[in-house]
């Protein structure tokens, strides 16, 4: 995202190369390309990581599916002149704002929070079982 958001993203997730210095490009997650990942790779669990970086927004949005032409396809294209041509389709979500860098275990963390979790656990089929909020190994909450 070229706008404050994404400016917002990259600057509270230090989304800098580590070589190059350049900004990252920074947006919402995007659960077609996860989802398949996930048939491709086969996952048994996920780690959803920089959850506190999303703790000042009024809301945030995760793409969950794509759409040709105004019409939603069922699978990420596999050809680029396609996907280039794609719009994201996005569920909107309210923002939590709320600190969670101290949280250590999922009951600390928000009920949107929370939310937001179960949604994209549920809509990729896989289990979410680590949840990271800060930058330490004692900011990963092990949800099972």
């Known amino acids: ?15 800098v ?3 190059t210095g350049r900004k990252r490009r ?7 390309i996860l989802k398949y990942a996930h048939m491709i790779n086969g996952f048994t669990a996920i780690a959803l990581t920089k959850l506190d970086i999303l703790d000042v927004l009024d809301e945030i949005k995760v793409g969950v599916a794509y759409k040709l032409n105004g019409k939603r396809i069922p699978h990420f294209p596999a050809n680029m002149d396609i996907l280039h041509k794609v719009e994201v389709e996005y569920e909107t979500f309210p923002g939590w704002k709320t600190d969670t860098s101290a949280a250590r275990k999922w009951n600390d963390l928000p009920a949107k929070a929370q939310n937001y ?20 190994r004692e900011c990963m909450i092990q949800m099972f």
């Not at 920074?26 to 077609?32: A, F, N, R, T």
């Not at 979790?117 to 330490?136: A, D, L, M, Q, Y």
């Open 26 to 32: 920074c947006g919402w997650l995007d659960l077609v």
């Open 117 to 136: 979790i179960r949604f994209i656990e549920n809509h990729i089929g896989v289990p979410i079982k680590w949840v990271g909020v800060g930058k330490s």
């Open 1 to 15: 995202m070229e706008n404050a958001v994404g400016e917002l993203l990259q600057t509270r997730g230090h989304e």
């Open 17 to 19: 190369g580590v070589t």
